[in-house]
């Protein structure tokens, strides 16, 4: 199924060739809400396929799809609201200084974007997800790298999104489907691609990321790399609350066999009783979790020879052994360590490096200073979270300062929760300091259509030859910001 160079120039510039007909944004809504329509029709199929090539189970499968779902019609609300568009109008005024001509300003398309699926979610980060909706509701057309873990599944979804595009009289070539590595890079390379979305590994990701940089003409690539999410405890915190810390911490690390871009990878939780009693839960809960299968052999490999290589370290303990777990499964576990040992470069920064699976590193620290030095030396992450006691939580304490100190570090932070659960909602931000991503931009939520846009200001532009966006009699009745005034 290895797409060649022709074949991945033959998907593009079809998609390049359907970009014309997803202009009408009434047509592209209507198209966006058909896909989910389809892809809840076929979701017994789907399923069955999906569970066939991943273990992940129906339940978990199920669920995932219907997110899926629901993040296309969610995107065809926002086509047809148009606030995304950012029409911005200012008549002429000669008595400012400069003097203001007429200025009309709103965001278009880009063009092919490339979408490279990942791995751990076979619905809502592959053919349909997020970066495939959020392209083609600003207008994109889009040609998707299938990930090698999920052929078959990603070959039925687009044909049910092909299916939907030619109800409404959209070519099927905007959504093109290409598989294999070198079928990656060619992508990234053809100059009709303009711009990126990609979920996975540091190492893929940046080399891809560098190739969109490379380009004669470089593009946007918006990456989500890898993120170690960590978590600190208060000794409050671990005080008030160790026992449901500890059983909280066990069932989100272990969620999908710990498989999540948002799975706590390091937990900073302070010495003395009160922590002995957390990690106590913690060994409880995680000693009651049943082995799991990884979504392929070469990420159970690295698994098991990356939790060995942690476990050699001096002074790593393994109060519940993570490993192999059978001849394909894994059994989740944890390490602790002492803080201090994180807190300055050398052998354990290994420890501050994601590990994909159902292990966490626990970091006993003796004191705020100690925690804080550790935080100190973190790249940036998806996620930070920080559990927090009562008195904390209504503003005593450390409590307003722990915030301004995790904000730094992630696109998300969290308190007294846990990270892994990514709402689709308008307000929701997955992304961060690099690498957890490449850019500023979110993967998840409404905002996440800007990073396939970008702006153009026509300026003293006949009338007649405006767009309808921009006209002054607003005939699409847009949201627009008009001579200074919000309209809505």
């Not at 880009?110 to 699926?117: D, F, I, K, M, Q």
């Not at 307003?400 to 929701?428: D, K, M, S, Y």
Request: aromatic share 4%; proline share 7%.
């Amino acid at each position: 199924m290895e797409a060649t160079a022709q074949e991945v120039d033959a998907a593009v510039r079809a998609a390049h060739a359907a970009r014309d007909a997803l202009t009408d944004r009434t047509v592209r809504a209507a198209f966006l809400r058909s896909a989910a329509a389809g892809l809840d029709a076929a979701k017994d199929g789907l399923v069955e396929t999906a569970d066939a090539e991943t273990a992940l189970g129906p339940a978990r499968l199920t669920g995932e799809l219907a997110r899926t779902c629901y993040q296309l019609r969610a995107f065809a609300d926002i086509v047809d609201e148009g606030a995304f568009l950012d029409v911005i109008i200012n008549h002429p005024d000669d008595t400012a200084t400069p003097p203001v001509p007429d200025l009309r300003r709103y965001k278009v398309p880009l063009g092919v974007v490339a979408v490279y699926s990942a791995s751990n979610f076979p619905f809502a980060f592959s053919v349909a997800g997020g970066d495939t909706a959020s392209a083609l509701a600003a207008g994109c057309p889009v040609v998707v790298k299938a990930h090698p873990d999920h052929p078959a599944l990603s070959e039925l979804v687009a044909k049910v999104l092909r299916r939907a595009a030619a109800e409404h009289g959209i070519p099927e070539g905007v959504v093109g489907l290409v598989h294999g590595f070198e079928a990656g890079v060619e992508l990234i390379k053809h100059p009709l691609v303009a711009a990126a979305g990609f979920t996975g590994s540091v190492r893929g990701g940046r080399a891809l990321f560098d190739a969109a940089a490379a380009r004669p003409v470089p593009i946007p690539f918006h990456g989500e790399l890898g993120s170690l999410n960590p978590v600190l405890v208060t000794e409050a915190a671990a005080a008030e609350r160790a026992e449901e810390i500890g059983g909280g911490l066990a069932g989100s690390m272990t969620l999908g066999v710990g498989q999540f871009c948002v799975k706590p990878g390091l937990v900073l939780v302070p010495s003395g009783a009160s922590g002995d009693r957390l990690v106590k839960s913690l060994t409880d809960a995680v000693s009651d979790t049943d082995a799991g299968v990884l979504l392929d052999h070469r990420m159970r490999d690295n698994f098991v020879a990356g939790v060995a290589e942690r476990a050699e370290l001096p002074d790593v303990e393994s109060p519940v052994t993570p490993g192999a777990g059978g001849e394909h499964a894994v059994s989740a576990g944890f390490l602790t360590v002492p803080a201090e040992k994180l807190a300055e470069e050398g052998a354990y920064d290994l420890l501050l490096e994601e590990c994909f699976g159902p292990v966490t590193v626990v970091a006993r620290y003796a004191d705020e200073a100690e925690a804080t030095a550790v935080l100190s030396r973190l790249p940036g992450n998806l996620t930070a979270t920080v559990q927090v006691s009562s008195d904390e939580a209504a503003g005593r304490g450390r409590g307003p300062e722990l915030l301004a100190e995790l904000t730094p570090l992630a696109g998300r932070v969290l308190v007294n929760g846990w990270p892994t659960g990514v709402a689709v909602a308008p307000a929701q931000h997955h992304g961060g300091p690099y690498p957890a991503t490449t850019s500023t931009s979110t993967s998840v939520g409404g905002t996440a259509i800007e990073r396939w846009l970008r702006p153009v200001v026509y300026q003293n532009a006949p009338e007649a030859l405006l767009p309808d966006e921009l006209r002054d009699d607003n005939p699409l009745g847009l949201p627009r910001r008009f001579n200074g005034v919000l309209e809505r």
